[in-house]
């Protein structure tokens, strides 16, 4: 799935970019482009292990 994240989050940043260039750029585009890289980034950051094991007992004992 990540095959398919990476390209999807490059393209969104480029379309994000090309809009600001442009001399009147349209904030729907960019908008949305912005949102299209969040999501891509929080579909791979749940991917990422947590750094504390879990475990049933959270007061650390």
Not at 31 to 56: R, T, Y
């Amino acid at each position: 799935m990540k095959k398919f994240v990476y390209p999807v989050m490059l393209i969104a940043v480029g379309i994000a970019f090309y809009e600001q260039s442009l001399n009147h750029p349209d904030q729907i585009i960019t908008a949305i482009s912005f949102v299209i890289f969040m999501v891509c980034l929080m579909f791979l950051g749940s991917k990422i292990p947590s750094k504390n094991p879990d475990s049933e007992d959270e007061t650390g004992r």
